[in-house]
């Protein structure tokens, strides 16, 4: 028998079993074989959830979840506890797929409704410091570009103690059929490889939410869970909006997720930071997008009581921001709730001059290379570092001066962009050492991205174009006595987590 509060999704405590139900064990994997031998007790108080209904194991680790087919279940990890990982993809074992059925690309994969059991393997290093590699968009369209990902990205990833990875959807290029191999390829970097569904990577043949991620969770797993890290709560979520009466997609989530999350963040406490992972952002200024986020209201409301900074990551734009929601935008929580849309991996989706390794430049049309983050966590606090893609990582923006000769820009004009400054950030600019004067905010078009993306030499896909305009470009003024000869010009920012950021170019009047 389950308790309930509330139909579609509430926390449930077993108390009994029938027959008819998804059944198994949580338990303590003492020597990591997956299977629950003699003396391997059960984990009580640990959450299961079929995406609707979450449960709790009772005293000997054992949980039961309503009868249902076609659906994907999974643990919630607590912090001291992981899973082991899938030989070939990498990807943890943290869910079953319970009766897939065949449709397609809706591979049928024959798991039973009972002995659904969860290994989970204590962890030798429980410190609240860790680091995170998230990235978002490779959006592989052939095998070709898995050859890039890994060049661009993968290839260093190992041996830089990061705890996990996780890719923020639009992992395919609407290439279902290759998600094992680009999992493969992800498994080379040698840690968790968690993922995160984006609109390429759903079936728009299908007729209802779940079959459309199917192909997604046969590699991947649910298309919305949590895990615990030290003193942090992780959130994938799916904001792929499925309407049937669209023929492609919105942004948002709908009741039955947010249901969902309202009863995972209900077993949270108060004081722990929580991490949403998303594709597409919580951010209403997008400009390709024209409903709105379905479910914001609702999503702000269930995180006004947290007691710990929020933080929410998503990528799709293909151009990146950070965000810093308050009262005027619906959400009224008294600590911080921040929204960073990361750069993409496929940058200008995989396009632009060609390197000497065969590989696309891939800037994004708002002046930022590709490239991917990485996320240090301590207790409750973070910060972020972007990583441009195969550039040294000391390089976190463009700098224009008027050696240039940049089109329609004034002879003691200075433009700096600034890749992963919010766009209310405060940016100074300093002459040979002199005074920091503040900069001004505009937006307009990168002056890189323009030469490279517009005109008759264009690389880009012929439908891009440069209509978007950067975000995160600030304009100074030389002084108006500089002397010929050589200058250095110094930009400085603080990003979103507060720490300064320094950088600077030569110039020669």
Not at 50 to 59: E, S
Not at 223 to 236: E, I, P, T
Not at 468 to 486: A, D, R, Y
Request: with cysteine; charged share 25%; aromatic share 12%.
């Amino acid at each position: 028998m389950f308790m309930r509060t509330s139909l579609l999704a509430a926390l449930c405590v077993v108390a009994g079993y029938c027959n008819a139900g998804i059944t198994g064990t949580v338990f303590d994997d003492a020597n990591k074989n997956g299977v629950q031998d003699a003396g391997e007790k059960g984990i009580s108080g640990i959450i299961v959830s079929d995406q609707t209904v979450i449960v709790k194991t009772d005293k000997d680790g054992k949980y039961e979840l309503p009868d249902a087919d076609n659906v994907t279940i999974y643990v919630t990890t607590p912090a001291e506890y992981m899973v082991a990982l899938d030989s070939k993809t990498a990807v943890p074992k943290f869910y079953h797929n319970i009766h897939m059925k065949d449709r397609g690309l809706f591979k049928a994969n024959g798991a039973k409704k009972d002995g659904n059991d969860f290994a989970l393997i204590k962890r030798e290093n429980t410190s609240k410091k860790f680091k995170v590699c998230v990235h978002s968009d490779p959006q592989i369209p052939t095998e070709r570009e898995i050859y890039f990902y890994r060049m661009e990205v993968l290839d260093f990833m190992p041996g830089q103690g990061y705890d996990f990875m996780v890719t923020l959807g639009d992992i395919s290029g609407e290439a279902l059929t290759l998600f094992p191999k680009i999992a493969q390829a992800q498994a080379l970097a040698g840690i968790p490889n968690y993922g995160v569904i984006g609109n390429h990577d759903r079936n728009y043949d299908a007729t209802n939410m779940e079959e459309s991620s199917a192909s997604y969770k046969e590699t991947y797993g649910p298309d919305y869970y949590s895990f615990n890290r030290g003193d942090v709560h992780f959130v994938a979520l799916n904001t792929v909006f499925f309407n049937n009466k669209k023929a492609w997609y919105e942004d948002g989530m709908d009741k039955k997720q947010l249901e969902w999350l309202k009863a995972d963040l209900q077993e949270v406490p108060k004081d722990k930071t929580v991490v949403l992972m998303m594709h597409i952002p919580i951010a209403p200024e997008y400009p390709r997008n024209s409903s709105g986020f379905h479910g914001k209201q609702e999503l702000f409301d269930m995180l006004a009581d947290r007691e710990a900074s929020i933080l929410a990551i998503g990528g799709h734009w293909h151009t990146n921001n950070s965000i810093t929601y308050s009262e005027k935008d619906g959400f009224k929580g008294k600590h911080s709730f921040s929204m960073v849309i990361v750069p993409t991996v496929c940058g200008s989706w995989w396009s632009g001059p060609l390197d000497y390794r065969g590989i696309p430049s891939s800037d994004q049309s708002d002046g930022t290379p590709n490239g991917y983050t990485v996320w240090s966590f301590d207790g409750t606090k973070y910060q972020c570092d972007y990583k441009p893609a195969a550039i040294n990582d000391e390089f976190q923006a463009r700098i224009y001066t008027p050696e240039m000769r940049i089109e329609d820009m004034a002879s003691t004009t200075v433009l700096v962009n600034f890749f992963m400054a919010p766009s209310t950030a405060k940016v100074e600019m300093s002459v040979d050492g002199g005074d920091w004067e503040t900069m001004k905010h505009v937006e307009m078009v990168d002056p890189y991205a323009l030469a490279l993306f517009s005109g008759p030499y264009s690389t880009g896909p012929s439908w891009m174009g440069t209509k978007g305009k950067s975000l995160h470009i600030w304009q100074g003024t030389l002084p108006e006595k500089m002397k010929p000869g050589l200058h250095q010009v110094k930009v400085k920012t603080r990003l979103l987590d507060g720490r300064e950021c320094i950088q600077s170019r030569s110039y020669n009047k």
